[in-house]
């Protein structure tokens, strides 16, 4: 699943392209991935609208539209969106095609079929499933040492689904909470009650550190991730631990282990990351 690094990406590329450009037309080829308003209501209301800048906040895209309205996609597992040339053939799995008045398209497609779209006044983003709960952003100011330890010494569960749980930091997934929690020395069975002050700061540095490195590598790329120029990223050749089952560990040399940890594989060093 594209997390925050992947969607900032995304962002960051699409933005310098879209900025004060309008959609011209619509064509909604898998109705289901539009939440609301109905697909008809949808194609209506995005007509004629411009693209006043992208945001994101956790794993969502916001496209803030002219007339009060946003445009939130959230690319799931497998989503991604392209701005491409017109005449460039459709994807397997091309399930929407904006038309901008620059001839140019944007382009959702998603093999599983998980993204969800859907366009809101502004006004009512708190009223929106999922998006109302998200948690702190990591790599803002408002997010500190002080901060994650006052939140940590509340939560008695183990730190791993704790880091993927979006309502208390937005953006983790899997692949990031482990690097953070391999960089941070932190086993990730460990409960968030029992961290050190000293831990904590390391897990907070690394959190920002991980997520910064990420983004400067353009997300990473096990299988579908590509960017809004359709490229793939390259932080998947300076990942530590996630999916290097049996290889060796970077710090000290311990074979990388793989757990279900809270139903997901978890990827962490024994030796370096001990209980």
């Known amino acids: 699943m594209p997390e925050l690094p992947e969607v900032e990406t995304v962002k960051r590329t699409l933005q310098p392209k879209l900025t004060g450009l309008k959609f011209i037309d619509v064509q909604i080829l898998l109705p289901k991935i539009i939440r609301t308003p109905d697909p008809d209501e949808f194609k209506e209301k995005i007509t004629g609208k ?82 109302k709960n998200l948690g702190i952003e990591p790599l803002e100011a408002i997010f500190t040492i002080s901060y994650l330890k006052k939140e940590l010494k509340r939560r008695h569960v183990r730190i791993k689904p704790l880091l993927l749980d979006q309502t208390f ?18 086993n990730p069975e460990r409960l968030a009650t029992t961290l050190s002050p000293r831990e904590i700061a390391h897990l907070y540095h690394a959190i920002r550190d991980v997520l910064q490195e990420g983004i400067e590598n353009r997300g990473t790329t ?34 990388i282990v793989r757990k279900k940890i809270g139903g997901r594989s978890s990827y962490f060093c024994p030796a370096c990351q001990k209980v």
């Not at 939130?72 to 091309?94: A, N």
């Not at 953006?171 to 909470?177: A, D, M, S």
Request: glycine residues 10%.
């Open 50 to 131: 411009k693209i006043l800048k992208i945001n994101r906040r956790g794993k969502y895209l916001l496209f803030n539209l002219n007339d009060g309205l946003n445009l939130v996609i959230h690319l799931r597992m497998t989503g991604s969106l392209v701005i491409c040339r017109s005449d460039e053939p459709l994807s397997k799995y091309t399930h929407l095609v904006m038309v901008l008045e620059n001839g140019f398209h944007l382009r959702f497609a998603d093999m599983r079929q998980f993204g969800r779209i859907w366009l809101v006044p502004a006004t009512s983003m708190d009223n929106l499933a999922g998006y």
């Open 169 to 186: 930091i937005a953006g983790l997934g899997n692949i990031y909470t482990d690097e953070v929690l391999h960089r941070a020395k932190i």
């Open 222 to 255: 096990v299988r579908d991730f590509i960017d809004g120029n359709g490229r793939p990223g390259s932080y998947q050749e300076l990942l530590r631990v996630y999916n290097r089952e049996g290889k060796p560990c970077c710090h000290c040399g311990h074979h």
